[in-house]
């Protein structure tokens, strides 16, 4: 009752709408900032519907002074024919090669993933990989080379793949499959989370676990690997999120109550090692996303959004998107 009433009066004082906003031309259900530098001066996003994956590039006024709030230009519109769940981008999307390559995967309602190439002019091909038997919760490519992707399923599995679309690894895992993070340096790590709350890091050589953390708390919904700083590994369960310093327990060093109806995601900055944003599921609060910084008892932010899904933060800015009906909604978070 104290969260509720706590939550519900913080809501009506600091939330605020977005920063900025896109039109889009249906439901988004996911979208993502590339986290990697692509030779461009705005930042490559994708946003997932029904039916397309749309690709664009987005440039904002604290980067550049000349554009008025944000400057935002649609590269390409993907027909996808089947509901996208999650997008991971390659990091051999390149805009200043020649020609200029798009890559990312996608996993969809169907429960395949596709690979999907551009040049953004003549060349597009479409690799379709099958082999989840049940729906796909998140995806990666390998960061380093972008020649491996990581997916994990409610199947109970977490499963490597090529680009031709070969499996090369599958971990049987104990429950459904949340999130996966692949580590930005080393090629062979990768972090799986669990449903059941436990978070599990992987040899991909020995093909072994090597280190396991305990959430307490289930259900595990979603959980990231802090790049900016590779101790830090956060998640939400339940209604709380909870941190991690990987070297020193297990067991969680901070955990704290966020959204009354159910934590939904949770995802780093890139741009600073202590902020994150959290989102719910869908319920009778307006104000959905929730920004965090280690340093402070309460949200530094609460962004009022009515439906949102998905969330990614921009690669160097403090700023994150959502998706919504018919909408982006990005956040300029102070740092």
């Not at 993070?181 to 978070?199: I, Q, R, S, Y």
Request: aromatic share 10%; net charge negative; glycine share 6%.
């Amino acid at each position: 009752m104290y969260m509720t009433t706590w939550l519900e009066a913080f809501a009506v004082a600091w939330s605020r709408s977005a920063s900025y906003t896109v039109e889009c031309e249906d439901y988004v259900h996911v979208v993502e900032f590339s986290p990697f530098e692509s030779g461009a001066a705005g930042a490559l996003l994708a946003y997932g519907g029904n039916q397309y994956v749309v690709v664009g590039t987005c440039r904002f006024q604290e980067e550049d002074t000349e554009v008025d709030g944000i400057e935002y230009t649609t590269l390409r519109v993907f027909h996808h024919g089947v509901r996208v769940d999650a997008i991971a981008w390659s990091p051999e999307s390149r805009l200043d090669a020649l020609p200029k390559q798009i890559r990312f995967c996608t996993a969809s309602a169907d429960r395949k993933l596709r690979i999907l190439t551009s040049d953004l002019q003549d060349r597009h091909e479409v690799k379709v990989m099958d082999g989840h038997s049940d729906y796909i919760n998140d995806l990666v490519f390998d960061p380093r080379e972008g020649q491996q992707i990581a997916s994990v399923s409610d199947d109970h599995t977490c499963r490597i793949w090529d680009l031709d679309g070969s499996q090369k690894i599958s971990f049987l895992l104990r429950s459904p499959g949340m999130s996966v993070c692949w580590h930005p340096e080393d090629a062979f790590k990768l972090m799986v989370a669990e449903k059941n709350g436990m978070v599990r890091f992987y040899d991909l050589i020995t093909q072994q676990a090597i280190l396991s953390l305990d959430c307490g708390l289930t259900p595990l919904m979603s959980a990231d690997w802090c790049f900016a700083n590779t101790i830090k590994v956060g998640a939400v369960a339940g209604n709380d999120w909870v941190i991690w310093d990987i070297t020193r327990s297990s067991y969680p060093q901070e955990k704290r109550p966020a959204h009354v109806d159910r934590t939904r995601l949770f995802k780093w900055s890139k741009a600073n090692e202590n902020i994150f944003a959290t989102t719910g599921c869908p319920g009778k609060i307006n104000s959905q996303l929730l920004v965090h910084h280690l340093g402070h008892p309460q949200p530094i932010m609460i962004g009022s959004a009515s439906v949102g899904a998905g969330l990614s933060w921009h690669r160097t800015l403090p700023l994150c998107v959502i998706g919504g009906d018919r909408k982006l909604s990005f956040w300029m978070t102070e740092m």
